[in-house]
């Protein structure tokens, strides 16, 4: 099978703050049996951001074209996370404005109805929906929504931001003995969640998401970029729940952290084994503005790492450099960006997908990479690189911790340029 690509539609940026990948925690593109859906935040232009899009429901069946298939008519800010329920229904995540939006004008940061809708593709029309029983707390049209399915079960796992301070996250757990809800607790506010769900326990990957907590960092960074609005990410926190029907999170872990250098770290992916370890991939920069190496970190070599480490309990069991870039005899900082996500084969191995932007020559070139045979505790997995026409970018897969079912096929979700790119990508 050859790699597939083709353009699903295309989404104009309007400096919204939330591109169609925005959502990466979590995917928009989903495997239903022979049909691949995808949600688009599609522009209105009749408005003005920050709530400036509609959500769009796009599908294809086989080698068929992509169709629309519904088109909400409330307005929103980001894109819209979804799970496969089975092979004829999913799961779409939706944050509608409370107001609608007058023509010629805009809402920003709004209020917004935090709603789970339950889309059967072999029926016409409207989608189920059901505003979340998340409390009573205000949300936004900022919500750093994420979800999980249990793929055997059916059992769920929502996170949502309310606002208080900088913002925090409650949380819904649901099983059919019904929901548990709660606040989920990190040192500091930890955005862009992972989430899973499987055998009753729920687990959580999130970032630091604050504004510069060192004082002397934030005047100098404001004196050189002349911007106070500065939210920085260095530390990555994971917590698990051993029982769902509990709602009873453990002490948040941290994993990684670039706190001492200024740098910056991205979570990418969890995969949750039947063991109960937990596979994390992670990007890690050492020092994330080049003015701070010369300012407070001279003698300190840059560098941006894709890391991949188990964890179980909270603990890390090992950690291993998939690829590097280090600093070259020039002193500048390092480009590398990495996008990576776990896959499962037909056969249940465990795989990884990822791309680069940005290489120096010190590791690994740009492009997309394709692991081969099971990720293992011991040696280097082995990566093939993949052609692809598609510059390396962010992208979406059909995620296992999403629903989808262990294939020899990746449906992928991406973005060149304003174009939403489908890619098909054979796993063996």
């Known amino acids: 099978m050859k790699i597939w690509q083709e353009t699903i539609c295309r989404v104009r940026d309007t400096k919204n703050g939330a591109s169609p990948l925005w959502c990466y925690g979590s995917t928009a593109i989903m495997r239903l049996g022979d049909k691949v859906v995808a949600t688009v935040p599609a522009n209105d232009n009749n408005v003005l951001p920050l709530a400036d899009r509609h959500i769009e429901l796009y599908a294809k069946t086989g080698d068929g074209p992509w169709q629309k298939i519904w088109h909400d008519m409330r307005f929103t800010r980001e894109p819209a996370p979804i799970l496969r329920r089975d092979d004829q229904s999913i799961w779409i995540s939706l944050n509608p ?143 698990y729940c051993n029982d769902i029907t509990t709602g009873e999170f453990a002490p948040a872990a941290l994993i990684d952290s670039r706190e001492e250098t200024c740098g910056q770290i991205r979570n990418l992916d969890l995969f949750v084994a039947d063991s109960g370890v937990c596979y994390l991939v992670y990007e890690a920069k050492r020092i994330w503005h080049d003015f701070m190496r010369d300012r407070f970190f001279p003698e300190v070599r840059f560098d941006t790492v894709l890391t991949l480490c188990a964890v179980k309990d909270g603990n890390v069991l090992w950690r291993k450099e998939l690829d590097a870039e280090r600093e070259t005899d020039d002193r500048q900082n390092t480009k590398a960006s990495y996008s990576a996500a776990f896959f499962q084969r037909a056969d249940g191995s465990l795989g990884l997908l990822f791309n680069k932007t940005g290489s120096n020559g010190t590791g690994m070139a740009d492009g997309w990479y394709l692991s081969r045979g099971e990720l293992a505790e011991y040696g280097n997995p082995a990566f093939s690189r993949l052609d692809v026409s598609c510059p390396p970018n962010g992208f979406h897969t059909a995620r296992p911790r999403c629903g989808a079912l262990p294939s020899d096929v990746l449906d992928v979700l991406t973005v060149d340029g304003e174009e939403v790119v489908y890619l098909r990508i054979p796993a063996v």
């Open 97 to 239: 404005s409370e107001k609608d939006v007058p023509i010629g004008q805009g809402i920003e940061y709004g209020p917004a109805i935090p709603t789970l809708a339950l889309f059967d593709l072999t029926k016409q029309g409207e989608p189920t929906l059901e505003r979340l029983p998340l409390g009573d707390y205000y949300f936004m049209d900022h919500s750093y929504r994420g979800m999980a399915i249990d793929r055997q079960t059916g059992d769920l796992f929502i996170t949502w931001q309310y606002v208080e301070g900088e913002g925090k996250h409650c949380f819904l757990l649901r099983t059919p003995k019904g929901d548990v809800t709660g606040k989920l607790e990190f040192p500091v506010r930890a955005c862009y969640h992972n989430l899973a769900v499987k055998d009753k326990k729920a687990y959580v990957l999130a970032i630091s998401d604050i504004c510069e907590p060192v004082a002397e960092w934030a005047e100098y960074k404001y004196a050189k970029t002349g911007v106070r609005w500065d939210y920085d990410f260095r530390n990555l926190y994971f917590t």
